[in-house]
Every structure is written in structure tokens, then in C-alpha cells.
């Protein structure tokens, strides 16, 4: 056995470096200067006597080694930050710090009602939040840089342990001088070809808005250039077309200020989950189960 091991700060450097493609970028991610990240992962590889990273002035690039070892060096870090849970575990429930990713379809509305009530009740949780996509997020779980996610389900998690939060309508929206004139609620039939307004590739939401409506067709048709609910209801109030919306978005004053009108989509399907994921088995399994039933206190 060697004497000498890798330090968990070294593989910090290498995976961050990895992630970011860049030094620079990778050391300010890491908090660190960008001599200090370059340093530490030179005796990292001087420490194991291999060449990891391919540097130039303008790529960098990990060597197929240096891959294996970023894949391995995730698997030790999350070892590491689950050991770290168990002992936090052990102390006062939820306290200490805890890392959440939101999907942004569910941040803006949930937590502004969340998070004064969570500093106030809980004032000894350092509750540190990402937003990122569906994907992104549960990747960052997989991968150890957050402890739990608020994401909306059906979603392909992997294996994880989840707890329900809400379930959360779809309502459509559209002008209210919609020559129509929808009915109190929506049937998927009358959303036309060309005229449904989605978020872009990456929002979990296209896929439950397309799933309610099974209308396979409307995947080919619809105009999805949206980067944010915010924006598709600009685009819906100013006559570009007609969006989804979820009950949460609705409830929070999306519309305010703007002609669109909101009514349920009628569909057998025609809602999404909100849940919370973490890592199976996970120490800290207790904490997330309480900070499931402080987001359903809303």
C-alpha cells in the first residue's frame, strides 16, 4: 500500500476542474486562487506519478486516466460528505448545513413562502440553494455537490429515497380576448398545432405539460422557445400564442399585470408531483423528512 494517499482537497481540485473546463473558473467555484487549484493538483499527480490533465494555453484536457480518476475521485467524495452526515446526523435535527437544488419552475413561487418561515423556525439550519434543471440537479445529487433536491416528478431520479410534497395542476394559458373563449376548464383538444408556447429543452415541465395533453403530435408542432415561465407568459400576453402553467406559478401572481387568463387543463394526468429527493440510505434521512414537512406547511 502506498504511503502517501490523495488528500480530499486535491480531489476537490481535480473534479472541480473537471466540471468547469477551465482553472480559473474551477478555483473560483473551489473558493481558492487559481495557483493554489494548479498547485494542488500538480501534487496530485506528482503524488501518484501520472499525468492527468493536458494543459495548454487554451484547452484543458484530462487524459483517459485522469477521467477514470475524476469518476473515482466523485465516488470517495460522496463517501466523505456521507461520513460527514452520519456524525451531523447523530446531533440536533435539521441543523447545520444542509445544500438544496429547486428547479426554477418550482423556486420562485415555493420558497419566497418558504424561507422566512424555515429562518425563523429553524435558526440553527445554514440552508445553502442552487437552481438548476431537472437533469443538472439530480446529477449534482449523484455526484455529491448537493444533499437533497425539490424537483417536480415523474422524472428519471436513478435511485433515491423521495418524499411528497404537493401534487401541483396544470392550467392553460392564454389571451382573454381568445376568440374561443375556453371553457371554465381546458380540454386538450383545443389547444391547436403551432399555437402551444413551452420552456426550451432541460425543463422537466415540457414533458409533463406534453404527457397531460397526449396529443403525441403537439411534440412536433409546438414552438418551444421559452427560457422561463415568466417569459412565456410575456409571450402569451402580447398574442404570440398559448402556454401551461402550474397551479403554483398561478397562486404566486405570475399574471399579475398582464390580459392572460388561466383556466385547469382537463386531462386524467393534468398535474405534476413536487417531491424531495436525496441519496438512498442516506445518514441524514431524518432532516430531510422534516424539511419535507416544512415545505408542506407551505
Known amino acids: 500500500m502506498s504511503t502517501y494517499l490523495p488528500t480530499l482537497k486535491q480531489l476537490q481540485y481535480l473534479v472541480a476542474l473537471h466540471e468547469h473546463g477551465h482553472f480559473g473558473r474551477a478555483a473560483e467555484a473551489s473558493f481558492v486562487s487559481q495557483s493554489t487549484l494548479s498547485a494542488g493538483i500538480r501534487e496530485l499527480e506528482s503524488l501518484l506519478g501520472v499525468t492527468l490533465v493536458e494543459r495548454s494555453r487554451r484547452v484543458v484536457r484530462f487524459t483517459a486516466l485522469g477521467n477514470q480518476v475524476v469518476e473515482k475521485a466523485h465516488r470517495v ?17 435539521l441543523a447545520g448545513q444542509l445544500r438544496m437544488s429547486v428547479i426554477p419552475t418550482i423556486a420562485p413561487f415555493l420558497l419566497p413562502r418558504f424561507l422566512p418561515r424555515i429562518r425563523k423556525e429553524r435558526p440553527e439550519l445554514e440552508l445553502f440553494l442552487r437552481e438548476e434543471t431537472s437533469h443538472d440537479a439530480v446529477e449534482s445529487l449523484q455526484h455529491g455537490r448537493v444533499d437533497c433536491v425539490l424537483l417536480a416528478l415523474p422524472f428519471n431520479t ?141
Open 77 to 93: 467524495l460522496r463517501e466523505a460528505e456521507e461520513l460527514a452526515d452520519l456524525v451531523q446526523a447523530a446531533g440536533k435535527p
Open 158 to 298: 436513478g435511485e433515491v429515497d423521495s418524499a411528497h410534497i404537493s401534487d401541483d395542476p396544470l392550467y392553460v394559458a392564454f389571451p382573454k380576448d381568445d376568440p374561443r373563449d375556453p371553457p371554465e376548464s381546458v380540454p386538450a383538444s383545443m389547444i391547436d398545432d403551432g399555437r402551444l408556447l413551452l420552456l426550451e429543452d432541460g425543463h422537466c415541465l415540457k414533458d409533463h405539460a406534453l404527457a397531460a395533453c397526449n396529443r403525441p403530435e403537439l411534440r412536433g408542432s409546438t414552438t418551444m422557445i421559452g427560457t422561463s415561465l415568466h417569459t412565456l407568459v410575456q409571450m402569451v400576453d402580447n398574442g404570440l400564442g398559448l402556454t401551461m402553467l402550474p397551479a403554483m406559478a398561478v397562486e404566486a401572481g405570475i399574471l399579475n399585470g398582464t390580459d392572460v387568463v388561466a383556466r385547469p387543463l382537463k386531462s386524467k394526468s393534468a398535474s405534476r408531483e413536487i417531491a424531495l429527493i436525496w441519496r438512498k440510505n442516506s445518514p441524514r434521512r431524518e432532516d430531510f423528512e422534516l424539511l419535507a414537512e416544512e415545505l408542506r406547511a407551505g
